[in-house]
C-alpha cells in the first residue's frame, strides 16, 4: 500500500496563475482533506471532501477550490496565485467517520 | 473558536534526560487530542492520541481537563527522537478536522 500520494513533488509557479494538486488517498479511505503548512507553522485545514462533496471549510478565500472523484482521489485548485500562497499543501485520508488521518509527502508551492 | 498553543518552538536536551513538549488547548466541548511527528524528511505521522491511553517509542500524553493541556513525555530521551511534534485536536466527530499547533522542534544531543 502506497499510503497517501501527492503530485507533484514540487511547483514553482508566477503571482496570478492558477495551480492544480493532485492526491490519491490511502486504499480503504473515502475522506479527503487539506491542508496548507507555511514555513514556520503548523498545518492550516482548507478543507474536507468526501462523497464527491465539500464537507467542511477553512478560513481560506474562494480563489481556494477543489473536487473529488468517484475513485475518491482529490484536486486542490488555487487561482490568482498570491506570494502568501507559497506554501507545503498536505492531504490527509481517512476512513469515513474515523479519527485517525494519514498524510501525504506535501507539495512544496513556491510563487514568485 | 478552537486552538492549540505550543509555547516551545525548539527544545534542545541531552541524550538521556527527561523531555516534556507543552501543549494547551481551547475547545468549548470534548475534543480529541493527538500529537504528530514529523522526522526529518519523512510525512507527518500520528504519535499517539489522549483516547488510545498507549505509549508509543516510550512516550505518554495526559489529558488534563482542569488544565486545557496535553503534555507530551518520555522519561528518557534518545538521539532519535529528534524531530518536529505537533499537538492538534478535533471534535469527537469522525468528520471532525484538526487543528494543529505551530509546532515544537525537539532535539536530543549526545
Known amino acids: 500500500d502506497a499510503g497517501v500520494t501527492q503530485s507533484p513533488t514540487h511547483l514553482i509557479k508566477t503571482r496570478g496563475q492558477q495551480v492544480t494538486l493532485r492526491c490519491s488517498p490511502k486504499?480503504?479511505?473515502?475522506?479527503v482533506s487539506w491542508y496548507q503548512q507555511a514555513l514556520g507553522q503548523g498545518p492550516q485545514f482548507i478543507f474536507q471532501?468526501?462523497?464527491?462533496?465539500?464537507?467542511q471549510r477553512g478560513n481560506f478565500p474562494d480563489r481556494f477550490s477543489g473536487h473529488q472523484f468517484p475513485n475518491y482521489s482529490s484536486e486542490l485548485n488555487v487561482n490568482a496565485l498570491l506570494l502568501g500562497d507559497s506554501a507545503l499543501y498536505l492531504c490527509?485520508?481517512?476512513?469515513?467517520?474515523?479519527?485517525?488521518?494519514?498524510f501525504g509527502s506535501g507539495t512544496r508551492l513556491t510563487v514568485v | 473558536a478552537q486552538r492549540v498553543t505550543q509555547p516551545e518552538k525548539l527544545l534542545s536536551v541531552f541524550k538521556g534526560a527527561p523531555v516534556e513538549l507543552k501543549c494547551n488547548y481551547s475547545?468549548?466541548?470534548?475534543?480529541?487530542l493527538f500529537w504528530y511527528v514529523q522526522y526529518s524528511r519523512q510525512r507527518l505521522q500520528l504519535l499517539l492520541r489522549?483516547?488510545s491511553r498507549e505509549s508509543i517509542k516510550g512516550f505518554t500524553a495526559d489529558l488534563n481537563k482542569g488544565e486545557t493541556s496535553f503534555h507530551l513525555k518520555k522519561p528518557f530521551a534518545q538521539e532519535e527522537d529528534s524531530a518536529m511534534y505537533y499537538c492538534?485536536?478535533?471534535?469527537?466527530?469522525?468528520?471532525?478536522?484538526?487543528?494543529f499547533g505551530k509546532g515544537t522542534m525537539l532535539l536530543v544531543s549526545p
Open positions: 490527509a485520508s481517512s476512513p469515513r467517520g474515523f479519527y485517525g488521518y494519514t
Open positions: 486504499s480503504g479511505h473515502d475522506t
Open positions: 471532501y468526501y462523497e464527491e462533496e465539500e464537507r
Open positions: 475547545y468549548s466541548g470534548s475534543p480529541e
Open positions: 489522549h483516547i
Open positions: 492538534a485536536l478535533s471534535g469527537n466527530s469522525g468528520y471532525s478536522t484538526l487543528t
